[in-house]
């Protein structure tokens, strides 16, 4: 069932006002969203439906003017516009509705659809880095959970903890607005940068949360409560050893490559020469054509984030495709191809072999470099070769 608009939260804004007692919620996924205007009103909105109403994932305390409204359908019949979601809303998951009207503030309601079935359990499904040895200066983790989580709660259960078992509660950032996607289903932890980056003052005071060669974990203490309050988490742990830091910028001539054939759909395989963001990953390489076209296929991210594959739809047709990278993305460390994370204070960082060449670094980012065959031949690192090639 649909909450009451009376049920909301203050929010202390003068251009926003609490609960629009014109709407009708939704009580089912597939249900829309209605607002009943009176005669004539939606005639102050001639551009459509969208500008009296939008519906946000989240709570009210949450909202803000630069997030996406959820995609869906709508329509304007009569004095009611009305907004249905493309996909159904989240059993379980908060939303909030804007409401806007000439001369008046913006009104913000809250809705939830009820669980009719029996609700996942909260647990921690994955967490990234994935590998079991990450570098001294790892600056991120990424915990997947089963279900939408209770904001501004982590660091009441997220925590560093050494081989004793004994936390460092100074480790991890903590923010006033926590680093969630939209679902609340992924949060980012931050490792403190002060206690990364060489010969500042944090780390000076207190060392650096990680030291080469040790043991540590992180960890997810049970009893958070799920978004709906219907379970609460179950406990989590991952452990890791560290190794030696990533002080060197990334370089794609670092990588190798296993070249499909032409007229196959074998996928093509790149491995790493260090761990890559695991979310980065997923956006920042691409296959394309020689014509500069996106090829379509599907991309997946290897164990350890320390390789990348893709299968295309359509079979390789010919040589002279490539794969770019974006520049812009990260090794596990904070470190792209444009620059590093981890800079030694008061030394000159020198630039000279750290990363691909200018011309390979433009635009929308880095082209995987060539590597020389074993005939002598120069070519694209990964292009798909003859299949009645001989060797």
């Known amino acids: ?10 929010v202390d804004s003068p251009l926003l006002a609490v609960g629009d007692p014109d709407l009708v919620l939704p009580r089912r996924s597939d249900e829309p969203v209605v607002l009943r205007l009176a005669p004539g009103e939606a005639e ?23 997030r996406l409204p959820v995609a869906g359908r709508d329509e304007h019949r009569g004095d009611s516009p009305s907004f249905t979601p493309a996909f159904g809303f989240v059993a379980g998951q908060e939303y909030v509705v804007r409401t806007r009207r000439s001369n008046e503030p913006d009104r913000l309601t809250e809705f939830q659809i009820q ?43 997220v925590a560093l903890r050494n081989a004793s078992g004994v936390a460092d509660r100074a480790a991890l950032m903590k923010f006033k607005q926590e680093l ?45 409560p799920a978004a709906d309050g219907s379970s609460v988490l179950q ?19 670092q990588w190798k490559s296993r070249s499909p054939r032409v007229g196959t759909r074998e996928p093509l395989l790149i491995t790493f020469d260090r761990p890559f963001d695991r979310h980065l990953l997923n956006k920042a390489l691409h296959a394309v054509a020689s014509d500069g076209q996106t090829i379509d296929g599907t991309s997946l991210v290897g164990e350890s984030e320390m390789s990348w594959s893709f299968t295309p739809v359509e079979r390789w047709i010919a040589p002279g495709m490539h794969v770019t990278v974006d520049d812009a993305l990260e090794d596990v460390a904070g470190n792209n191809f444009r620059e590093l994370l981890d800079r030694d204070v008061g030394h000159r960082l020198a630039l000279e072999g750290l990363g691909p060449d200018e011309s390979d670094c433009q635009g929308k980012g880095c082209q995987v470099a060539n590597e020389t065959d074993t005939d002598g031949s120069s070519e694209p690192m990964w292009a798909p070769q003859d299949s009645n090639r001989s060797g």
């Open 1 to 10: 069932m649909g909450t009451n608009a009376g049920n909301m939260p203050s």
């Open 115 to 157: 669980r009719e079935d029996a609700a996942a359990p909260a647990l921690v499904t994955d967490v990234y880095p994935s590998g079991d040895v990450l570098p001294e200066n790892v600056l991120r983790f990424y915990v997947h959970f089963s279900v939408p989580m209770t904001p501004h709660l982590a660091s009441d259960f």
């Open 235 to 253: 406990s989590f742990s991952k452990s890791f050893r560290v190794g030696p830091a990533l002080r060197e910028r990334p370089n794609v001539g």
């Open 44 to 66: 102050h909105h001639p551009t459509g439906s969208t500008r009296h109403l939008s519906v946000f994932v989240g709570s009210a305390d949450s909202y803000h003017e630069d």
């Open 180 to 224: 969630w996607n939209a679902e609340r289903t992924r949060l980012t932890v931050l490792i403190d940068p002060g206690r990364i980056k060489r010969r500042v003052a944090t780390n000076l005071d207190l060392g650096p949360a990680l030291r080469s060669g040790e043991r540590y974990a992180l960890t997810v203490d049970e009893g958070w």
